[in-house]
């Protein structure tokens, strides 16, 4: 009789191991091994569901590439993502916390996708009716959309083997289970093995398969991040609940860029893509404040301006206290040391705190001057002015180093209504200066503050 199997998995990046350690091997991360028990497969069944045929080793140069068939979804932001549509044949992962809008995005899609094409959404939180009333508040009523209530993997196989759809739609992967593991659904491994034989059903039938992970309340992934050496691209839905807008970020792609972004606003319709995304990243924004400066970062191949906050306070401990949303945090400190080194701010005398407005978080070098603005404009109280923006990267000796894809970034500053920006000094001679806006090309972060205020 076979015996159980016990193993340990990290919730953070789903390395596994036979026995429990403190530090997970493969990142790092501290008490994030948790014990699965996998059980034997129950005599008489097979270990996987048949899907597929068998295949033959061929040479590679008689293999027949052909050209990469992408078809759009019919939203512009998620075929960004996605590096300019669905690719027929590919797993796609849809991740995200409970309630960010994983689903809607999916069945919004389904009116654009039965064009010319069948669509089967699978189902195993909602019924058939629960569907059709989302669908009726979504407006989505295509002809070729198929739904089906189930969470038995063989059973949504067989229904995909009769019907011959072009694209299936799973919601969610933590639902389904396959009757030849004993585990419970929603477990490690029946996760792999649903995933699985959904990724020999894809390969083989040349189906474009969206599946959709669920993460919990505390941001663990444990579920979907096993599963993405699996799939072709991985998608994650970000957003503050508190708000009505969605970052929609690739985290793998296989046919695409992974530096693209789209973003949506839940509405009471569903999700209503948002083309301009600087704009809603700016509204609201105070005038004639100190502490605020604005940034042009690139998500991809798209310039995005962001409003970056600071405040500076006097400190009443010993240690002052350093924190920062939507910019790393030890970049931060990095910068507040170069500044009280370079610039002369005694900022150990003082609490920094900083605060990237909309949910966005800036990790490319380019955020690293309108931070140190802000900074310094609460330090001194005094106030940027509003139609002023900073793009560079700050060195440790203080000086203001170029970034990538200028001309974009200046083109979208000046599109936006900005009259003025400050730019590193090197590297910007052969810059193509849009009209009506004024450049200021600094040296090192003294020049910088000195200009700005």
Not at 20 to 39: D, F, L, S, V
Not at 93 to 105: D, N, R, Y
Request: hydrophobic share 40%; with cysteine; proline share 5%.
């Amino acid at each position: 009789m076979a015996k159980t199997k016990t193993v340990f998995f990290c919730t953070d990046c789903g390395y596994e191991t036979p026995k429990w350690m403190g530090r997970c091997p493969g990142c790092g991360a501290y008490n994030t091994m948790q014990e699965h028990i996998e059980k034997p497969v129950a005599p008489g069944r097979a270990k996987s569901a048949p899907v597929g045929i068998s295949r033959r080793p061929q040479r590679l140069c008689q293999v027949d590439s052909g050209d990469e068939l992408r078809f759009s979804t019919g939203m512009g932001e998620l075929n960004r993502v996605l590096g300019g549509g669905a690719v027929a044949g590919s797993l796609v992962l849809v991740g995200g916390a409970p309630g960010i809008g994983k689903s809607t995005l999916l069945l919004q899609i389904c009116n654009s996708l039965c064009q010319g094409r069948s669509v089967l959404y699978v189902s195993g939180e909602e019924s058939e009716r629960q569907l059709k009333l989302r669908a009726e508040r979504l407006q989505v009523n295509p002809d070729g959309l198929y739904i089906l209530s189930e969470t038995r993997l063989t059973d949504i196989l067989e229904a995909v083997q009769e019907l011959k759809p072009d694209i299936l739609i799973v919601d969610s992967i933590q639902t389904l289970y396959n009757d030849a593991n004993e585990s419970a659904p929603g477990s490690i491994s029946q996760v792999k093995d649903c995933t699985m034989a959904l990724l020999q059903l894809s390969k083989s039938e040349g189906l474009t398969v969206f599946v959709v992970g669920h993460i919990n309340k505390d941001g663990n992934i444990a579920g979907p991040k096993v599963l993405e050496h699996m799939v072709d691209c991985v998608m994650y839905f970000e957003g503050d609940p508190n708000t009505s807008y969605r970052l929609l970020r690739a985290a793998k792609n296989r046919f695409g860029s992974t530096n693209e972004i789209g973003v949506f606003e839940m509405v009471d319709s569903g999700l209503k893509e948002v083309p301009n995304p600087s704009q809603m990243l700016l509204e609201g924004r105070p005038q004639g404040a100190s502490g605020t400066c604005v940034a042009c970062v690139m998500e991809g191949t798209r310039p995005i301006l962001a409003e970056v906050q600071a405040l500076v306070t006097k400190t009443s401990f010993n240690v002052p206290r350093r924190a920062a949303d939507g910019f790393d945090f030890n970049r931060a400190v990095l910068l507040m040391a170069v500044m009280e080194k370079r610039a002369g701010l005694q900022l150990n005398l003082f609490d920094a705190y900083i605060n990237v407005i909309g949910g966005l978080r800036l990790d490319e070098p380019g955020a690293d001057l309108p931070v140190a603005l802000a900074v310094a404009s609460s330090y001194r109280d005094s106030a940027i002015s509003d139609d002023l923006a900073a793009i560079g990267e700050v060195g440790l000796t203080g000086e203001i180093r170029a970034v990538s894809q200028m001309s974009q970034r200046l083109a979208e500053v000046a599109r936006l209504g900005f009259t003025k920006v400050i730019i590193p000094k090197y590297g910007s001679d052969k810059l193509e200066i849009p009209a009506g806006l004024t450049v200021y090309r600094v040296r090192n972060i003294r020049e910088a503050i000195e200009v700005a205020m």
